[in-house]
């Protein structure tokens, strides 16, 4: 076998194509399918971070059957005043089916693939967690991760009111006009009381502190906490975690990376990592929400989810 001929063949999916392949609706399809097929996110390495002379080279590994992959992504905060985007990468996909001996596959793009799993896995979240299809989001943040969870949720649950909360209320003002605009649903720039009348609340920002009381959540919601990857960061408060029914990706994942659980353990509105629930049993049927009181998801992402999805997007696009 040529082996330099395999890889300057091996195939490039781009952005476009990525998300021509996958629509958000199948790509939380395909995530909870691999959940109920056994795939245990406990058992998924961790990803790991590099410093670098502009900023850091994140890497995610996962395997999942004969198939393998990892994504490589670069985060330059300096990027912005280039006008580049601060998260740049791609994603190698190896093995089944038709590249035997763990061949490379194809090379797809590592930023549409993480916008559109992200949101994906906060809607995975919502559906098993809620006790109806949301009509209301309200958003945190005004960035690339507030729009695409404004676009998941509307193809996976069919949204009727969107508020955006953010710190720059012209940004938020635009994100709501593009959100009527492009997703046909109506949206405007609101408060961090709006969550008051929220079905779904997600926190798309680089907080380090409680975007909102936790007290104003109805019962019948579930809010989303993304965006704090690190276990001194956190998005939502004590009072919120002492009422809600906690779900996480993985405990061991969540005490790794979740600031939202691990400083409610910290403070003691939690119990410890067994007071949360996980997807996994979620889907299993093993753990449920409790009634009368809201849900909380805590996700900081994981390298299974980059797999299943990636995975999805190559058999549409090279059968």
Known sequence: MDTHLATASLPWIDGPAVRAALSPRAAVDALEAALAAGLDPEADAPRTRVATAAGQLLQMPSTRGAEVGTKLLTLTPDNPERGLPVIQGVYVLFGAPGTPGQAPRAVLDGVELTGLRT???????????????????????????????????????????????????????????????????????????????????????????????????????????????????????????????????????????????TLAIDSGALAGIEDTVTLAELVAGTARRREGAPALFVTTGMPWQDLVVASAVAREVLG
Not at 160 to 177: I, Y
């Open 119 to 261: 949101s994906a896995v906060s809607a995975l979240g919502v559906r098993l967690l809620a006790d109806a299809s949301p009509r209301h989001l309200v958003v945190f943040g005004t960035g690339v991760q507030a729009w695409e969870h404004a676009l998941t949720f509307q193809d996976v649950f069919g949204l009727e009111w969107v508020s955006v909360v953010g710190r720059d209320a012209g940004r938020a003002a635009a994100l709501a006009a593009r959100i009527e605009a492009e997703l046909g649903v109506t949206a405007s720039a609101a408060g961090p009381e709006a969550v008051a009348e929220a079905d779904v609340v997600v926190t798309c920002t680089a907080a380090t502190a409680p975007l909102f009381d936790g007290t104003l959540v109805p019962e019948h919601a579930t809010v989303v906490a993304m965006g704090s990857h690190t276990t001194d960061a956190r998005e939502t408060d004590d009072a919120l975690a002492r009422r809600a029914t906690v779900a996480v990706e993985s405990r061991d994942s969540a005490a790794r990376e979740a600031g939202d659980v």
